[in-house]
C-alpha cells in the first residue's frame, strides 16, 4: 500500500483513483462481442465460452440433473449456513415492501403509486477467481419477494464444465426459474439480446469485472435496464486509536482478495496505528489462499494519514466508497455525516464480511464513486412504481380550469380541449336536467 497525507490527497486527488483499463479500447472490445452475441447467438455464447474460459460446452441450460447432484454434494454446514443468510436477507427486504395509499390531492382527484414486479430479470454471477453464490441470495431473494415472474441466472462454468454447486443449490433454495452456463460479456449480451436458448430479460442484475461493467451500461442503451455500473470492488477503513490494526488489516485483505483490479483504502489519524496494520498486513497476507491476487491488489491501495475527523469525512464523501467502515470511539455519530457510500459497517465489530454473506443488508453495491449517486440493490431495484389517478365530476371540475390555463401558456390547444370536452358536456348534462 501507498501512503500519503491528508495534503498529498488534497493537492493531488488522482492519488486516490481507482484502477481502470483505457475506456475506449475496453468499450471497442465490448462492443465487438455483443455485437457478436446479438447476431449469432448460443454459437458465439459458446465460442467465447471456449476462448475465456476453456471449456466446451454443448448445452448452455443447467439440467435438473446437476441441480440434484449439486444439492447432494454439499457440505450441510454449507447448506444451513446459506438458508439462514437467506433468512436474514429476506427479513430484511421483506419490510422494504409497501401497501399502495390513495392521496386525494384535491376534493375529487384520487392518486396513488402501485409496485408491480419486473416480469423477467437476470442475475448475473461471478464465478471466475471465486464463485460467489453469496451473490445468488441477493439478487434472488429481492427478485422473488418483488413478484419477478422470470428469473434468469448466469455464471461461468468451471473447469469441469459446471457451475459451482454452492451457486447452483443457493439458485434452488431462492427460486430462479433458469439457469446458464455463460459468463462476461457473452453472458451479458445473451441476456440483453436473447438466443435461442437464453431468453431476453428486461433488466440485469450483478456484479462483474471492467469488462461486464462495461458490457451493462453499453446494453442498457438499448432496451434493456441495468441495477447500476457496479465493477471491482472497494473498501475504505477509517480507523482511530480505538481501532485493533489485526481487525483493520483483516478488513482491508478481505476486499483485495476479491481481485487484482480490487481497491483498498485506510485513513487514520495515528502514523503508530498505521504502521501496525502495515505489519499486520504483511503478516496476514502470507497466510491467505489467494495471498498472489490480494498482493496485486493492495499495489492499487492507498494509506492516508488525516489530522482530523472533518480531513477524514471531507476524503469520505469524495471518495464515495462502496464499502465504508468505521473503526471509530464515535463511530455512531460520526456515520451520521456520511453522504456518499454504499452501506457502512459501524464500530470495531463490525466487519464488511457480514454484510457480504448474510446479515440482512444486500452487498450489491455502487463502486467506483458511483455511491455520489446510486443506491445498492434492493427490493426497490426489482419493481416498476406505476402511477394511477382516478376523478370524479367534481375532481374534474375542480381541476379544469387549472390544467386548461397551463396548456394554453405551453400552447398545447389539443391537451386544453381534452379537459374543455368533457366540462363542456358535463355543463351541458346539468343544464338539460335541470330543464327537465
Known amino acids: 500500500m501507498?501512503?500519503?497525507?491528508?495534503?498529498?490527497?488534497?493537492?493531488?486527488?488522482?492519488?486516490l483513483a481507482r484502477p481502470a483499463m483505457t475506456a475506449a479500447n475496453l468499450d471497442a472490445t465490448v462492443s465487438q462481442i455483443l455485437l457478436d452475441i446479438r447476431q449469432r447467438g448460443d454459437v458465439a455464447v459458446k465460442e467465447y465460452t471456449l476462448r475465456f474460459d476453456k471449456i466446451a460446452l454443448n448445452?448452455?441450460?443447467?439440467?435438473?440433473?446437476?441441480?440434484?447432484?449439486?444439492?447432494?454434494?454439499?457440505?450441510?454446514?454449507?447448506?444451513t449456513a446459506i438458508q439462514t443468510a437467506k433468512h436474514n436477507i429476506e427479513t430484511f427486504h421483506a419490510r422494504q415492501q409497501s401497501t399502495p395509499e390513495v392521496i386525494e390531492t384535491m376534493p375529487g382527484v384520487f392518486c396513488w403509486r402501485k409496485n408491480v414486479g419486473i416480469d423477467k430479470v437476470g442475475l448475473y454471477i461471478p464465478g471466475g477467481t471465486a464463485p460467489l453464490f453469496s451473490t445468488v441470495l441477493m439478487l434472488g431473494v429481492p427478485a422473488k419477494l418483488a413478484g419477478c415472474k422470470e428469473v434468469v441466472l448466469c455464471s461461468p462454468p468451471g473447469a469441469d464444465g459446471k457451475i459451482h454447486p454452492a451457486i447452483l443449490f443457493a439458485a434452488q433454495t431462492v427460486g430462479v426459474t433458469r439457469i446458464f452456463k455463460a459468463g462476461g460479456v457473452q453472458a451479458i449480451g445473451a441476456m440483453a439480446y436473447g438466443t435461442e436458448s437464453i431468453p431476453r430479460v428486461y433488466k440485469i442484475f450483478g456484479p462483474g469485472n471492467q469488462y461486464v461493467t462495461a458490457a451493462k451500461q453499453l446494453v442498457s442503451r438499448e432496451q434493456v435496464a441495468i441495477d447500476m455500473p457496479a465493477?471491482?470492488?472497494?473498501?475504505?477503513?477509517c480507523a482511530d486509536e480505538t481501532a485493533d490494526p489485526a481487525f483493520v488489516a483483516a478488513d482491508l485483505l478481505a476486499q483485495a482478495e476479491h481481485g487484482i483490479d480490487s481497491q483498498v483504502v485506510l485513513l487514520t489519524f495515528s502514523t503508530d496505528l498505521l504502521q501496525a496494520v502495515f505489519a499486520e498486513v504483511e503478516r496476514q497476507v502470507a497466510l491467505l489462499p489467494r495471498a498472489e491476487i490480494t498482493r496485486k491488489a493492495l499495489e492499487n491501495s492507498v494509506a492516508v494519514a488525516v489530522n482530523s475527523r472533518a480531513e477524514a469525512l471531507e476524503i469520505i464523501n469524495n471518495y464515495a466508497p462502496e464499502h465504508l467502515i468505521l473503526a471509530m470511539g464515535d463511530a455512531d455519530a460520526f456515520a451520521e455525516q456520511v453522504q456518499n457510500a454504499g452501506s457502512v459497517f459501524i464500530g470495531n465489530y463490525?466487519?464488511?464480511?457480514v454484510g457480504d454473506?448474510?446479515?440482512?443488508?444486500?452487498?450489491?453495491?455502487?463502486?467506483?464513486?458511483?455511491?455520489?449517486?446510486?443506491?445498492?440493490?434492493?427490493?426497490?431495484s426489482f419493481v416498476k412504481k406505476i402511477?394511477?389517478?382516478?376523478?370524479?365530476?367534481?375532481?374534474?371540475?375542480?381541476?379544469?380550469?387549472?390544467?386548461?390555463?397551463?396548456?394554453?401558456?405551453?400552447?398545447?390547444?389539443?391537451?386544453?380541449?381534452?379537459?374543455?370536452?368533457r366540462l363542456e358536456k358535463m355543463k351541458s348534462e346539468n343544464l338539460k336536467v335541470k330543464s327537465e
Open 2 to 15: 501507498k501512503s500519503f497525507s491528508y495534503a498529498d490527497i488534497t493537492n493531488n486527488p488522482s492519488l
Open 59 to 79: 448445452e448452455l441450460e443447467v439440467s435438473a440433473s446437476e441441480l440434484a447432484e449439486a444439492a447432494a454434494s454439499l457440505d450441510p454446514a454449507l447448506k
Open 231 to 237: 465493477g471491482p470492488s472497494e473498501v475504505l477503513v
Open 350 to 353: 463490525t466487519p464488511e464480511s
Open 357 to 380: 454473506y448474510a446479515s440482512g443488508t444486500n452487498h450489491t453495491l455502487p463502486t467506483n464513486g458511483y455511491a455520489r449517486a446510486y443506491s445498492g440493490v434492493s427490493l426497490d
Open 387 to 421: 402511477t394511477f389517478q382516478r376523478l370524479t365530476i367534481e375532481g374534474l371540475k375542480n381541476i379544469g380550469p387549472t390544467v386548461e390555463t397551463m396548456a394554453i401558456a405551453e400552447e398545447l390547444v389539443a391537451h386544453q380541449r381534452a379537459v374543455s370536452i
